[in-house]
């Protein structure tokens, strides 16, 4: 189904499913608010991820390419039907074209607990880390690209596959550790992946900005968030992702400012890129139109 008319228009059914402890996977299609070009106010979903991992027994994710939802659908089938595990899956999908490249060595399990790394950069100097999800990878790993080649700026880029599972283990651990307090803490798995990796983060989601920020806690460094607040409109898929401002260019504007938050970069060479990226720094925030 429309993933905008799973969660917002039969949440009952979907909330009566986990207390059922059905099985099964959910797909929501034509997932996010600037995939689905056209339609609209009424069809695009910001908030399907933040509704999902209200249900307990809801595994949600939301892949970018075909490999990690083979990889998904593979663990939830074996989880579901050989496990016995009473749970299941919202997996959101969608519908735009870009090529899918082969699985890398050794994602299978970053991509089950939430996040692996899709782009190690090379070189010195200034770096950043980039987070992505769904379609919104790509404009994740364009932005890596500008940012290398026109700002003197390496990136790391990270596939985030599902932010609520990533929560949900960090609270496990925080839990875990607070009733533990003579044992070895628990880290949790985002601290882990980015233990002594040099930031700030940045994360795009087209979803809410809620979603990316269940995480922040367990980022280690100055984390800035963009996402689709506000209603959705009919124009194509750049002019969306440019008036939601979850683009490449803002993706890369975020990430020169944040270095400059950290006393890294100077404020004057950021406000040299507001224009060379071709943005307007007076344009209406789009939460308030």
């Known amino acids: ?18 207390d059922m402890q059905v099985r099964g996977f959910l797909i929501g299609g034509t997932a996010g608010r600037t995939t689905l070009a056209g339609e609209g106010l009424q069809h ?37 039907y050989r496990e016995q595990e009473n749970v299941f899956y919202y997996i959101t999908c969608m519908n735009e074209n870009y090529a899918h490249p082969a699985i890398p060595e050794g994602a299978e399990e970053g991509i089950l607990k939430g996040m692996y790394r899709v782009r190690s950069a090379d070189g010195s100097g200034h770096r950043v880390q980039l987070f992505g999800s769904g379609a919104i990878l790509r404009e994740a790993l364009a932005a890596a690209e500008a940012l290398e080649q026109q700002f003197n700026v390496t990136a790391d880029v990270w596939s985030v596959t599902s932010y609520s599972e990533l929560r949900r283990d960090g609270i496990d651990c925080d839990r875990w550790n607070r009733r533990n307090p003579s044992a070895s803490d628990r880290i949790p798995y ?14 795009a989601s087209d979803y809410m ?4 920020d269940q995480i922040r806690q367990w980022v280690p460094g100055r984390f ?66």
């Open 209 to 212: 900005r809620i979603v990316p």
């Open 44 to 80: 695009q979903d910001g908030q399907s991820h933040i509704l999902a991992p209200n249900i307990p027994n809801c595994v949600a994710y939301d892949p970018a390419y075909a490999y990690e939802l083979a990889v998904i659908i593979h663990s939830g089938m074996g989880r579901m």
């Open 224 to 289: 800035v968030v963009l996402g689709t607040d506000g209603f959705g409109r009919s124009d194509s898929r750049a002019a969306l992702r440019e008036f939601f401002e979850i683009d490449s260019s803002n993706i890369v504007l975020a990430a020169l400012n944040a270095l400059a938050d950290d006393g890294k970069l100077d404020c004057e060479k950021v406000q040299a890129a507001v224009a060379a990226l071709g943005l307007d720094p007076d344009k209406s925030n789009p939460v308030n139109v």
């Open 190 to 203: 985002v601290s882990a992946c980015l233990k002594g990796i040099d930031g700030p983060f940045i994360a």
């Open 1 to 18: 189904f429309y993933s905008m008319f799973g969660f917002q228009r039969i949440g009952d059914f979907i909330w009566a499913a986990g």
